[in-house]
């Protein structure tokens, strides 16, 4: 199954890795699906994600502050995909308690705001285009430019390749210059993780999003990756029939153990 163009973003890329049936159903044959899946964690990520930009454009001092940046947060609050009002207000509490460990100690703050949340597309030239939204880049005190990706779970986890791609060569599509470093931003813990952006890494990320373009129009079969959690996770679910077969499913899970046979502990 060819396509004239490919559109790469964090999200596309992510389906494709996880379940080629579900990228064909999504974005080649852009099939319609059951109905959206209401999920608290994206629901709570974009509401402190829409407040942190709103909070970031302000220039007048005066209004930088934690009662402010509460009032945007209760401002911009999505209420879809929590089971009760006592989770909702369990989780916008600690949006709140998120919010002021940033506002008391940010880690992002410098000489000057380049970007802040703007949806960015590069031709890749091919008919590959790659897409995304970068949620800050600004020029630090030591005059490094640094590309930001505010992360919102509990989970610590490092800087993924999938996601390189989009901070580097978006960065670099819309200020015309590379950024000297990539991070992410664990609000929970108001800590940040950063890496240097050097030319060997840059090829790598041009090396990657070349590879998953050509991975993307060569495939013929798409095949489906089931879980346990199709069901509750993925909106083709009753569209899917190995998504239904614990067969199917236990022998992807099988494979997917197979390929981090080499990172086992025993």
Same mark, same amino acid.
């Given at each position: 199954?060819?396509?004239n163009?490919?559109?790469?973003s964090?999200?596309?890329?992510?389906?494709?890795?996880?379940c080629?049936?579900?990228?064909?159903?999504k974005?080649?044959?852009?099939?319609?699906?059951?109905g *959206?899946?209401a999920?608290?964690?994206?629901?709570?990520?974009?509401?402190i994600?829409?407040?942190?930009a709103q909070?970031n454009?302000i *220039?007048s001092e005066?209004y @930088?502050?934690?009662?402010?940046?509460?009032?945007?947060?209760?401002?911009n609050?999505? @209420?879809d995909?929590y089971e009760?009002?006592?989770?909702? @207000?369990e989780y916008?509490?600690r949006? #709140?308690?998120? #919010?002021s460990?940033y506002c008391?100690?940010?880690?992002d703050?410098?000489?000057?705001?380049?970007i802040?949340?703007?949806m960015?597309?590069?031709?890749?030239?091919?008919?590959v285009v &790659?897409?995304?939204k &970068?949620d800050?880049?600004?020029l630090r005190?030591?005059?490094?430019?640094? $590309?930001?990706?505010?992360?919102?779970g509990a989970k610590?986890?490092?800087?993924?390749?999938?996601q390189?791609?989009?901070?580097?060569? &978006? $960065?670099?599509e819309?200020?015309?210059?590379?950024p000297?470093?990539?991070?992410?931003?664990?609000l929970?813990?108001?800590?940040?993780?950063?890496i240097?952006?050097?030319?060997?890494?840059?090829?790598e990320?041009?090396a990657?999003?070349?590879?998953?373009?050509s991975?993307?129009?060569?495939?013929?079969?798409?095949?489906?990756?089931?879980?346990?959690?199709c069901?509750?996770n993925?909106?083709?679910f009753?569209?899917?029939?190995?998504?239904?077969d614990?067969?199917?499913?236990?022998?992807?899970?099988?494979?997917s153990?197979?390929e981090?046979?080499?990172?086992r &502990?025993?």
């Open positions: 199954m060819k396509q163009n490919i559109y790469l964090n999200s596309n890329m992510q389906v494709f890795m996880n080629r049936k579900k990228y064909r159903y974005y080649i044959e852009k099939k319609k699906s059951e *959206t899946i999920n608290k964690f994206l629901s709570f990520g974009n509401s994600h829409s407040t942190l909070f454009k *220039t005066e @930088r502050n934690e009662a402010n940046l509460h009032k945007l947060l209760r401002r609050w999505i @209420r995909g009760s009002i006592e989770e909702e @207000r916008g509490l949006g #709140l308690n998120m #919010l460990q008391h100690d940010p880690k703050q410098g000489k000057e705001n380049l802040i949340e703007e960015i597309k590069k031709d890749m030239g091919a008919g &790659l897409t995304g &970068l800050k880049v600004y005190n030591d005059n490094l430019i640094e $590309t930001i990706d505010y992360k919102t610590v986890e490092p800087i993924g390749l999938v390189l791609p989009i901070y580097i060569l &978006l $960065t670099q819309k200020l015309g210059c590379y000297d470093i990539v991070s992410y931003y664990y929970s813990y108001n800590y940040k993780m950063e240097e952006v050097t030319d060997e890494l840059i090829n990320v041009k990657f999003i070349e590879d998953m373009s991975q993307i129009s060569d495939e013929k079969e798409f095949p489906c990756k089931p879980n346990e959690y069901n509750v993925c909106e083709f009753e569209k899917c029939v190995e998504a239904k614990f067969n199917s499913i236990i022998i992807n899970i099988i494979n153990i197979n981090e046979m080499n990172n &502990l025993f």
